[in-house]
């Protein structure tokens, strides 16, 4: 069974850093993409970034030139670095993980999320 487990939330001030960390665990072949949603108080859930198995990135409007995300394909791991973080920042950041191959086949998974919030 494959399992999506986030790390690297918190409380920050806002002009501040985090990053966040998504293993994934289990029999798993390979992956294709690994990105980044999130969902504010209130708001409806919101793309942040995601990465290719090859490295090709993409980034919605509202993080582009702040964050960054980056993978480990030897440890089916994607993080992402938060910077100059803003007050706007502050949401429940879930992973996903697109095409996920095992045995058994190939579906998506999402992790359960994480909380992070930025204080102005």
């Known amino acids: 069974q494959v399992q999506l487990v986030e790390s690297g939330g918190g409380l920050v001030q806002a002009g501040g850093s985090l990053r966040l960390s998504c293993a994934a665990s289990g029999n798993i072949f390979s992956i294709d993409g690994m990105g980044w949603y999130r969902q504010a108080p209130g708001k409806q859930r919101e793309f942040v970034a995601v990465i290719g198995s090859g490295g090709s990135t993409n980034y919605a409007d509202s993080v582009k030139g702040r964050f960054t995300i980056s993978r480990d394909n030897a440890k089916n791991t994607a993080y992402l670095q938060m910077n100059s973080l803003k007050p706007e920042d502050t949401a429940v950041y879930s992973c996903?993980?697109?095409?996920?191959?095992?045995?058994?086949?190939?579906?998506?998974?999402w992790g359960q999320g994480t909380q992070v919030t930025v204080s102005s």
């Open positions: 996903k993980a697109w095409a996920v191959r095992t045995i058994i086949g190939g579906r998506d998974y």
